[in-house]
């Protein structure tokens, strides 16, 4: 997979693209990293990309030239996704990352609060993300969480040992809670179960507190939920206990 990421500050993606998944899937080949200041595709020699907005108020806007000229210098022979990051995107979430982990190439816009032209939002730009309804200083810090969430998709990204096929959202529920050694901790116990070695019962225990944390903290996901008939059992015996 190829990632194109058009930003005015390169060097914020240094430290991000080299380290931990990421630095170990660009070591692997698995995901090709291009930075690009889009500033060099300026047609002027001042390197200008944005300017004052056509009928007045403050505030500048982005150029559309640098960002067409970019685009267009890093188009392979399929036409990539290029993605705007801005509050004003689609709502991401694991599902747009598992649609966008499938691409072959995308490219990553990050501008500045000033705003775009809307010529790049309706003739450049493929798809607009939001990573929640908050505004950044910039698109830079959004690309990363996209990339990162796209990039641990990738096969062979997560080493053998972990899948992201268990994460959180991937089953649509939240995490069970996870133990490691010591089995007593200050008097805290790992529940009997997980140190059974009995496989079923960890699988259903798991389930079982999968269900009770979403129903909990994320109901919302819940009711999206298809329900297994053994979900229905764990969520009724979850409802008798409360009612102990
Ligand atoms: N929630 C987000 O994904 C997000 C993305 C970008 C951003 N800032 C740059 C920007 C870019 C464009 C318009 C605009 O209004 C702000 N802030 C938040």
């Not at 509050?87 to 995308?106: S, T, W």
């Not at 129903?215 to 102990?244: F, H, N, S, V, Y």
């Amino acid at each position: 997979m190829r990632i194109d990421i058009l930003t005015l500050f390169p060097e914020m993606f240094a430290g991000v693209l080299s380290s931990s998944i990421l630095g170990k899937a660009r070591e692997k080949e698995i995901v090709d990293f291009h930075v690009t200041n889009f500033r060099e595709f300026s047609e002027s020699k001042h390197g200008t990309v944005d300017d004052t907005p056509y009928g007045g108020g403050g505030g500048m806007v982005l150029k559309p030239e640098p960002l067409f000229r970019a685009v267009e210098s890093m188009a392979g022979e399929k036409k990539p996704r290029v993605i705007l990051m801005c509050p004003q995107g689609v709502p991401y979430n694991q599902k747009l990352a598992e649609e966008l982990a499938k691409e072959e190439h995308l490219v990553f816009v990050c501008g500045h609060y000033e705003g775009y032209d809307e010529r790049i939002r309706e003739h450049l730009v493929t798809d607009e993300i939001s990573i929640g309804d908050y505004v950044l200083t910039g698109g830079e810090l959004a690309a990363m969480v996209v990339i990162d969430s796209v990039v641990r998709l990738q096969p062979g990204a997560l080493g053998n040992q972990t899948s992201a096929v268990e994460d959180s959202f991937s089953t649509g529920l939240l995490e069970y809670p996870h133990y490691t050694r010591p089995a007593e901790f200050r008097g805290w116990k790992v529940p009997d179960v997980l140190l059974s070695g009995h496989h079923a019962n960890i699988v259903k225990w798991r389930l079982k507190e999968s269900l009770r944390r979403t129903r909990e903290r994320r109901p919302d996901l819940l009711k999206k939920l298809e329900l297994t008939a053994e979900m229905k059992k764990l969520l009724a015996e979850l409802d008798a206990e409360k009612k102990i």
